[in-house]
């Protein structure tokens, strides 16, 4: 299984972003996906993450109501929408995919950076 993470980049506070997380290998259904980030100096951050059938979402307090995901298992693709950003969500974002077991597999990671 492999994760490619794309959309990251620069934007003004306030602004927007749409990430995507594109897998390939393994049956994409079959796994519950989130995205994680890592600000610099700081431990990995839960964000956001969904169902396998993507009816369930969770997200952080620090994220909530200003972000979204979402899943689209025709393209084995994930989503995070970022809106309102603040300078505070600048990290490299990571996309998860994890099995029932608990099992999971890491992608690279894409840089987001919020000035102000």
């Known amino acids: 299984v492999k994760l490619l993470e794309s959309g990251g980049g620069l934007v003004q506070a306030g602004g927007s972003l749409k990430l995507s997380c594109a897998q390939s290998?393994?049956?994409?259904?079959?796994?519950?996906m989130g995205w994680f980030r890592q600000a610099p100096g700081k431990e990995h951050e839960f964000v956001a993450a969904?169902?396998?059938?993507?009816?369930?979402?969770y997200y952080s307090d620090s994220v909530k109501g200003r972000f979204t995901i979402s899943r689209d298992n025709a393209k084995n693709t994930v989503y995070l929408q970022m809106n309102s950003l603040k300078r505070e969500d600048t990290a490299v974002y990571s996309c998860?995919?994890?099995?029932?077991?608990?099992?999971?597999?890491w992608g690279q990671g894409t840089q987001v950076t919020v000035s102000s």
């Open positions: 969904i169902s396998y059938s993507g009816n369930h979402t």
């Open positions: 290998g393994g049956t994409f259904s079959s796994y519950a």
């Open positions: 998860i995919a994890t099995m029932l077991s608990g099992y999971a597999y």
